[in-house]
């Protein structure tokens, strides 16, 4: 189905949206989609995404788990512990499709217009959009979405969406946001990624509040059922207006979609064996390998699915809060990261499932893996020469290595190199300082089972005469400890895109590192790391952006603010027999649940073998 076009006449859009253009340019004209860097793969007359079954049924009910628990339905702040699931019910202007790096398709938007400098986007709306009481989603939305997320919103919204100068109703069913200036060319992208909240429902509430009472959205799903902390139900929409765009056809098939917490998964990991929830991305090791040998994967009923993808891994590690003194010295954090043994957790609790992660960018052309900086890069590189470390320009960063038999004598020499380099010795069996005030510190976990991770660690690190507790909290006093910067170290995680952006700032820049909520957990303060992040978000192509990011890259490795852990190319999952799945797979997307469907006939035969009591 071919998407509509905008219907006022070009010379009226222009008046609306634009300051004068001279008489040889051309006016920018309203498109059903916009890539970050080239064109988009899908062409205006697109009738679905490649990756999907449009002809997939309808119907069934799927119990998935969630780990932890909720207290919140409005994930858009600060406060509270936001329910699995929320963004099922909402709808964005755009949306992004799962087989290219960085492009939007018309959702909310009918269509997008914006002009070849970026400097300002303006989101046509779908006549047909509304919200689930049927009210017309409007420009109104729109700007009183954006306007609360600044103000009231979660901090990172403030950092995220900072170069907008205006947003204004500039037609009917038309919101422009302009930002005349900005050198942001991912903004009209990331704008169309905002999810819509309807005024009209939250203006009788406080936005600012954590809420229990299932609220108004646009998707196609509302919720349908819950019980506080422990599950929620959300069920399709089955007048949902946007079932037939281009970008939903073949997905969001099932009817019913259930979460069900668990304080633990170990607990979890029976509870599916017992048939307690359908599915499970496992992200053990030891668990993929030794726990699922039961009688129903023998017989077929259940599924173990590795799915190849091509997405950047991130970083996973054990972060460095730089706040603390001891660890504002990176000679010292680069000591403690000596003491992890990786090679030996991944033979021994891993199975040797696991490669080391040396990148922030990892599985992708962005990584700085790949070679020395040249090009672009090393000519970014060489603005900052004596004031980065000098190990960017000649070595390619590597995390320290051993040979997995458990013997870490030659790393842990070179720790305490490095620790006496920066003022710290061994004293009656304690590493001390020229105050003689000892190294100890807290590593906090949210989740038991990753003191497999934190205990060789410790034990290492009690040789060098570094004291490291382990202290497990619940999902809830994490969150607050860590949103306050509450922690001396902890396990985390920093996601990755194929076109990385304005995120970075909140990973990054010292203006987040004292924000509250940000995501620079690490409390990174640095004028060159603000620089290269505003060089990435910057970048006028996608040459440059990778050159960029390669050198934002390099520099954060080599400042060893964390101690890298590992990562798997592929999904794991493991699920009960009664799903079908389409026969293309996105290389950035497993596809559930959005785009498997049960399959009647798979369901049925479950079914019979459950109730034959397994026979």
């Given amino acids: 189905m071919a998407v509509s ?9 222009i008046t609306a949206i634009l300051t004068p253009l001279p008489a040889n340019a051309a006016a920018p ?12 793969k899908y062409g205006p007359d697109f009738t679905h995404f490649d990756y999907v079954n449009p002809d997939a049924p309808k119907g069934g009910v799927v119990v998935n788990e969630a780990t932890g628990t909720y207290d919140s339905f409005n994930s858009y702040i600060l406060k509270g512990v936001g329910a699995a699931g929320l963004g099922l019910i909402y709808n964005s202007l755009m949306t992004g499709s799962a087989d290219e790096a960085f492009t939007n398709y018309a959702l909310i938007a009918e269509s997008v217009v914006v002009p070849d400098d970026r400097s300002w986007v303006a989101f046509n709306l779908n006549p047909k959009a509304r919200w689930h009481d049927g009210v017309k989603i409007t420009p109104e939305d729109v700007i009183w979405t954006f306007n609360t997320l600044i103000k009231k919103g979660h901090p990172f919204f403030r950092a995220y969406y900072g170069d907008v100068k205006s947003v204004e109703k500039t037609a009917e069913r038309q919101v422009t946001f302009k930002f005349p200036g900005s050198a942001n060319r991912e903004l009209p992208m990331i704008l169309g990624q905002m999810s819509i909240l309807p005024k009209h429902y939250w203006q009788s509430r406080d936005f600012t509040k954590t809420i229990l009472e299932p609220p108004l959205g646009s998707g196609a799903y509302r919720i349908k059922a819950f019980e506080a902390g422990r599950s929620i139900t959300y069920e399709r929409v089955k007048d949902y207006w946007g079932a037939d765009l281009p970008v939903n056809k073949g997905q969001s098939n099932i009817d019913e979609i259930r979460y069900e917490y668990y304080r633990d998964r170990q607990v979890a990991t029976e509870a599916f064996k017992s048939g307690a929830f359908d599915l499970r991305a496992e992200n053990s090791a030891k668990r993929w390998a030794t726990s699922f040998d039961f009688p ?3 017989a077929g009923h259940v599924v173990k699915a590795l799915i190849p993808h091509e997405r950047p891994t991130g970083m996973q590690g054990f972060i460095f809060n730089t706040r603390r003194a001891y660890f504002s010295d990176p000679r010292v954090r680069q000591a403690i990261a000596h003491a992890w043994d990786f090679e030996w957790a991944n033979k021994t609790i891993m199975y040797g499932a696991y490669t080391r992660t040396n990148s922030y960018f990892s599985n992708s052309e962005l990584s700085s893996e790949r070679g020395l900086p040249k090009g672009e890069e090393l000519e970014i590189l060489e603005r900052f020469r004596g004031k980065i470390p000098a190990q960017v320009f000649t070595t390619i960063y590597q995390a320290p290595k051993t040979d997995g038999t458990g013997n870490i004598r030659n790393n842990l020499r070179a720790a305490l190199k490095l620790l006496r380099e920066a003022g710290w010795r061994v004293k009656d069996g304690k590493l001390v300082n020229a105050q003689g005030e000892a190294l100890v510190f807290e590593m906090l976990l949210a989740q038991p089972s990753m003191e497999k991770l934190a205990l060789p660690l410790q034990q290492n690190l009690k040789r060098l005469g570094i004291e490291m507790s382990i202290r497990s909290v619940d999902v809830a006093q994490y969150q607050n400890r ?35 909520g940000s995501r620079n957990q690490i409390g990174i303060k640095d004028p060159v790391v603000d620089a290269l992040v505003d060089l990435v978000i910057q970048a006028p192509d996608r040459a440059s952006l990778v050159a960029r990011t390669r050198a934002l890259d390099r520099v954060l490795l080599w400042g060893h603010y964390l101690i890298p852990h590992f990562h798997l190319r592929a999904s794991r999952l493991i699920y009960w027999n009664k799903f079908g799945r389409p026969k293309v797979v996105a290389k950035y997307s497993d596809g559930y649940p959005t785009t498997w469907w049960i399959d009647p006939e798979k369901q049925a035969t479950l079914e019979a073998w459950r109730k034959s009591g397994g026979k």
Avoid: C, Y
């Avoid at 076009?5 to 859009?13: E, G, K, S």
């Avoid at 004209?29 to 988009?40: E, F, K």
């Avoid at 895109?497 to 590192?513: I, T």
């Fill in 296 to 298: 129903a994967l023998t």
């Fill in 482 to 516: 860590t949103d306050s910067f509450d922690f001396d170290m902890i396990i985390g995680g920093i996601g990755q895109s194929l076109s990385p952006g304005n995120e970075q700032r909140d990973f990054w820049h010292s203006a987040k590192a004292d924000t509250p």
């Fill in 29 to 40: 004209q309203p498109a059903h989609a916009i890539a970050m860097h080239g064109a988009p």
């Fill in 5 to 13: 076009r905008f219907r006022l006449p070009v010379l009226l859009l």
